[in-house]
């Protein structure tokens, strides 16, 4: 059952409770009244066991107009994201430049080039030797025996010298271990790299960014934007759904997003995490929510292609009652069967038994917003059922609740 707390309570004449849970999705509440979303928001968030930031100034204030201006920049950045299928294109066009590949080698056999100070192994030629990022060459000093700090010790000397410290520790290793070592191509220098050394129990064909990719592409819900920012240790992706297309108040979600974290190069576990970007006070003052998310594997071990698919499925789960309830793609227009608010309100009678009376004032009070109304909309007949029952006694004011908490949970559904 979703029941609004009492804080919101107190803010409303009545509270909206939604008895009914034979459907886990709500449908679009964006455009209801503040105290009915906010009333959807919380009651969501205590579902998904999201923790929603407080507000600085009381909840359902307007924004001022240095806030509003503040949430047009947001909405235009957004809005410069690309969709889901062209940041997705985008990412496998890096992805193959990178051509990511791993090798076994013995590490303690692999010696630095004196010129550029660059590796090689058995049978590879110094010229082709291969560069490294901080992390990689940390990694392949671990494996060499030297004593915490030898990595950035090396680093810090010239090429010559380096090299003749590096070579001399790898002579006189005593481990004989078969390691992969994993490389990419660095795009500007077009010269590959080695970002780490792992175990070939940490694939990189079964845990690395495509897998994501495949993931993301699989299953997500309407109108999202990526984000992705991909250097050599970590990969970070954010979906994000605007839910800005409408008047603001202190309180509301204005982008809901689930967050991914990926490291091919054991930097980091595989990360995700719903969020919500709550309004915070009257100049947009934002920040996200905490909660509900989920490490996959630490060390990557398995194949993460039958790992992050289920974790990822939880997550959208999570994020998807808040898509459909506040996010801009889902706004719901009247259905076919009844394009008129006439003719939804006679459906609304019979469906859930509302007397002659409440249809009237429904009707009268549809616009009692003005021009901050929902309008022709799902969330204008639910604001309108709910201004109405405002007005009735406590026992009509419940079925007609009923009647608007079923909508809410189903949406035209449940007129069907």
Same mark, same amino acid.
């Given at each position: +059952?979703?029941?609004?707390?009492?804080?919101?309570?107190?803010?409303?004449?009545?509270?909206?409770?939604?008895?009914?849970?034979?459907?886990?999705?709500?449908?679009?509440?964006?455009?209801?009244?503040?105290?009915?979303?906010?009333?959807?928001?919380?009651?969501?968030?205590?579902?998904?066991?999201?923790?929603?930031?407080?507000?600085?100034?009381?909840?359902?204030?307007?924004?001022?107009?240095?806030?509003?201006?503040?949430?047009?920049?947001?909405?235009?950045?957004?809005?410069?994201?690309?969709?889901?299928?062209?940041?997705?294109?985008?990412?496998?066009?890096?992805?193959?430049?990178?051509?990511?590949?791993?090798?076994?080698?013995?590490?303690?056999?692999?010696? +630095?080039?004196?010129?550029?100070?660059?590796?090689?192994?058995?049978?590879?030629?110094?010229?082709?030797?291969?560069?490294?990022?901080?992390?990689?060459?940390?990694?392949?000093?671990?494996?060499?025996?030297?004593?915490?700090?030898?990595?950035?010790?090396?680093?810090?000397?010239?090429?010559?010298?380096?090299?003749?410290?590096?070579?001399?520790?790898?002579?006189?290793?005593?481990?004989?271990?078969?390691? #992969?070592?994993?490389?990419?191509?660095?795009?500007?220098?077009?010269?590959?790299?080695?970002?780490?050394?792992?175990?070939?129990?940490?694939?990189?064909?079964?845990?690395?960014?495509?897998?994501?990719?495949?993931?993301?592409?699989?299953?997500?819900?309407?109108?999202?934007?990526?984000?992705?920012?991909?250097?050599?240790?970590?990969?970070?992706?954010?979906?994000?759904?605007?839910? +800005?297309?409408?008047?603001?108040? #202190?309180?509301?979600?204005?982008?809901?997003?689930?967050?991914?974290?990926?490291?091919?190069?054991?930097?980091?576990?595989?990360?995700?995490?719903?969020?919500?970007?709550?309004?915070?006070?009257?100049?947009?003052?934002?920040?996200?929510?905490?909660?509900?998310?989920?490490?996959?594997?630490?060390?990557?071990?398995?194949?993460?292609?039958?790992?992050?698919?289920?974790?990822?499925?939880?997550?959208?789960?999570?994020?998807?009652?808040?898509?459909?309830?506040?996010?801009?793609?889902?706004?719901?227009?009247?259905?076919?069967?009844?394009?008129?608010?006439?003719?939804?309100?006679?459906?609304?009678?019979?469906?859930?038994?509302?007397?002659?009376?409440?249809?009237?004032?429904?009707?009268?009070?549809?616009?009692?917003?003005?021009?901050?109304?929902?309008?022709?909309?799902?969330?204008?007949?639910?604001?309108?059922?709910?201004?109405?029952?405002?007005?009735?006694?406590?026992?009509?004011?419940?079925?007609?609740?009923?009647?608007?908490?079923?909508?809410?949970?189903?949406?035209?559904?449940?007129?069907?």
């Amino acid at each position: +059952m979703y029941t609004p707390n009492a804080e919101n309570a107190a803010r409303a004449p009545r509270r909206l409770v939604i008895e009914d849970e034979s459907s886990p999705t709500p449908a679009y509440v964006g455009e209801a009244s503040f105290e009915e979303r906010n009333a959807a928001l919380k009651a969501l968030a205590i579902e998904a066991g999201i923790r929603l930031p407080d507000t600085r100034v009381p909840e359902g204030e307007s924004l001022l107009p240095i806030g509003e201006e503040n949430k047009r920049k947001l909405a235009s950045d957004v809005a410069k994201l690309p969709g889901v299928s062209d940041g997705l294109t985008a990412l496998r066009s890096v992805i193959t430049a990178q051509d990511a590949r791993d090798s076994k080698v013995q590490i303690q056999r692999v010696r +630095m080039d004196s010129e550029r100070a660059g590796l090689f192994g058995p049978g590879q030629n110094a010229s082709d030797a291969l560069a490294y990022t901080d992390s990689g060459f940390g990694h392949v000093v671990s494996y060499l025996d030297g004593p915490r700090g030898t990595a950035g010790v090396l680093a810090s000397l010239r090429p010559a010298a380096r090299a003749a410290a590096f070579n001399d520790l790898a002579e006189r290793a005593r481990r004989n271990d078969a390691v #992969v070592i994993r490389t990419i191509v660095e795009p500007r220098s077009g010269r590959r790299v080695v970002r780490a050394v792992t175990s070939e129990r940490h694939s990189l064909t079964t845990g690395d960014d495509t897998v994501i990719a495949d993931a993301i592409a699989a299953s997500v819900p309407a109108g999202a934007k990526l984000r992705v920012t991909k250097t050599p240790d970590r990969s970070d992706f954010e979906l994000v759904w605007p839910a +800005m297309d409408r008047e603001l108040r #202190v309180g509301d979600v204005a982008l809901i997003a689930l967050s991914i974290s990926n490291s091919e190069t054991k930097a980091g576990s595989l990360k995700v995490a719903p969020k919500l970007l709550r309004v915070l006070c009257y100049n947009f003052t934002t920040a996200y929510s905490e909660g509900a998310d989920e490490e996959i594997s630490l060390k990557h071990v398995g194949d993460l292609r039958t790992k992050l698919p289920a974790a990822f499925a939880r997550a959208l789960k999570v994020v998807d009652p808040f898509v459909r309830a506040f996010g801009d793609a889902y706004k719901a227009a009247f259905p076919t069967f009844a394009p008129t608010r006439g003719e939804l309100l006679d459906r609304v009678a019979k469906k859930f038994e509302l007397a002659e009376s409440t249809l009237d004032l429904s009707g009268q009070l549809w616009d009692a917003d003005g021009s901050k109304t929902a309008g022709d909309t799902l969330a204008g007949l639910v604001n309108a059922l709910t201004r109405a029952s405002q007005e009735q006694t406590m026992e009509s004011a419940a079925v007609t609740e009923r009647a608007a908490g079923r909508l809410i949970v189903e949406g035209w559904g449940a007129l069907a």
